[in-house]
C-alpha cells in the first residue's frame, strides 16, 4: 500500500516565509532555511517551496536561497513561482530541487507542460492548481499566488494536465488555506478519483483529526500544510504516530 508523505508547504515573499488566509492578508513566520532544517529533522518526507510572488511580479524563483537549503536537507525538494521556461527548471533541478511545480505560467501555456515532461520526465513536473469553488458549484483555477481568476475549470484543467505528461498534482483549496478547518474533502474525492498520477492536497489542515479525515475520505499520495506546523500546534513526528495508530500508511 502507498504511504502518506507528509509536507510542509514553505510560502516564500522575498527572504522570508510567509502565511495568510484565503492567500491573503500575509504575516511573516520565519527563515526559510531555519524552517526546512526543523521540518526535516522532525520526520518530513518533502519540502515544498513556494514563491507566492514570482509570477505576479514577473520575476524568477530565488535559486540561492534554494542553494543554502538543499545543502542541510537530504529529503525531496519541490519548488515552485516564477518557473517559466526550460532554463528555469533546469536551474531549480541544479539548485537542489527534485520537483518543480507550475501553476501560472502552464495555464497560460499549458504545451509547456508536454515540453517540459519531454525534458526533464514527468517525475520532475508537478502541476499546481490553485482552486476556488465558485457560486454554482464548480472549482475555478486561479493564478498568480490564489489572486487571478481564469475562468479555467480546474478538475478539467487537471485531465488535461496528465494528458500532457506532467507527473504528479498540487492542489491547493484557497476556500480553506489558512483556515485550519480541515482540507476540502469534495475537491480532493474530485480529482484523486482519476488522476493517475500523485495528488498532493494543501489547504486547511488543523487537528491531527483533520489529517486522519483526510485520509480515510480518499487516501492522498501527500498531505501539504503550514500553519500548524510553522506555529507548532503539531509536531511531523506525533502527526505520523496518530495517523499510523489509526491505520493510516506512514514512514515512520
Not at 526543523?38 to 524568477?60: K, P, T, W
Not at 515552485?80 to 531549480?92: P, Q
Request: overall charge positive.
Amino acid at each position: 500500500m502507498k504511504k502518506v508523505r507528509i509536507i510542509p508547504r514553505l510560502d516564500i515573499k522575498g527572504p522570508n516565509v510567509v502565511k495568510g488566509i484565503h492567500c491573503e492578508g500575509l504575516r511573516v513566520v520565519g527563515n526559510p532555511k531555519d524552517l526546512a532544517y526543523r521540518y526535516y529533522r522532525d520526520g518530513a518526507d518533502e519540502i515544498l517551496f513556494m514563491d507566492i510572488v514570482a509570477s505576479l511580479y514577473q520575476r524568477n524563483f530565488d535559486f540561492n536561497i534554494l542553494r543554502s537549503i538543499s545543502e542541510r536537507i537530504f529529503i525531496p525538494i519541490t519548488v515552485g513561482g516564477g518557473i517559466r521556461s526550460i532554463n528555469d527548471i533546469n536551474n531549480a533541478l541544479r539548485s537542489g530541487a527534485d520537483k518543480v511545480a507550475i501553476n501560472t505560467y502552464a495555464i497560460k501555456h499549458p504545451e509547456f507542460l508536454g515540453t517540459a515532461a519531454r525534458k526533464f520526465g514527468s517525475q520532475c513536473i508537478v502541476l499546481s492548481i490553485e482552486a476556488k469553488r465558485t457560486p454554482s458549484g464548480w472549482w475555478e483555477a486561479y493564478t498568480d499566488g490564489g489572486r487571478e481568476h481564469t475562468g479555467i475549470n480546474a478538475i478539467e484543467w487537471a485531465r488535461r494536465a496528465i494528458k500532457l505528461g506532467i507527473g504528479e498534482i498540487l492542489v491547493t483549496s484557497i476556500d480553506n488555506d489558512g483556515t485550519r478547518d480541515g482540507f476540502d474533502n469534495q475537491l480532493i474525492r474530485s480529482i484523486s478519483s482519476f488522476s493517475p498520477v500523485p495528488v498532493v492536497i494543501h489547504g486547511g489542515a488543523g487537528s491531527k483529526n483533520s489529517f486522519l479525515n483526510a485520509c480515510q475520505t480518499h487516501l492522498p499520495e501527500g498531505l501539504s500544510a503550514a500553519s500548524v506546523f510553522h506555529y507548532k500546534e503539531l509536531s511531523i513526528k506525533d502527526l505520523k504516530k496518530y495517523l499510523y495508530k489509526n491505520n493510516i500508511p506512514v514512514r515512520i
